[in-house]
């Protein structure tokens, strides 16, 4: 059974950081694209950023690029998305994936996490 736990969220400042990660167990990540999204009250869950199998394609949405970086460490069974210059609107609960293909769509995502709550206060 695979299992996909997130951490690292909080409260933070706007401008401030977080580091949030996803450990993988049941399954070895480094045979899958791996993927971050988020949900905020009211809204879809929406593409965050998401890295293929091996680490060298990333991709992200717009609005977090040159903020985001994802990576991924197979030792670990882990991803990461480590997220600068923080702003209010990326205040979410953020989910990891694990699917078959780095992509924005959610349908491309077999396994997810329960996600961990990222507030940013302005």
């Known amino acids: 059974q695979v299992q996909l736990v997130e951490s690292g969220g909080g409260l933070v400042q706007a401008g401030g950081s977080l580091r949030l990660s996803c450990t993988a167990s049941?399954?070895?990540?480094?045979?899958?694209?791996m993927g971050w999204f988020r949900q905020a009250p009211g809204k879809e869950r929406e593409f965050v950023a998401a890295i293929g199998r091996t680490g060298v394609s990333s991709y992200y949405e717009d609005s977090v690029k040159g903020r985001f970086t994802i990576s991924r460490d197979s030792a670990k069974n882990a991803v990461f998305l480590q997220m600068n210059s923080l702003k209010s609107e990326d205040t979410a609960v953020y989910y990891c994936?694990?699917?078959?293909?780095?992509?924005?769509?959610?349908?491309?995502?077999?396994?997810w996490g329960q996600g961990t709550q990222v507030t940013v206060s302005s």
């Open positions: 049941g399954r070895t990540i480094s045979n899958h694209a």
């Open positions: 994936g694990l699917g078959h293909s780095a992509s924005w769509f959610v349908g491309h995502y077999d396994y």
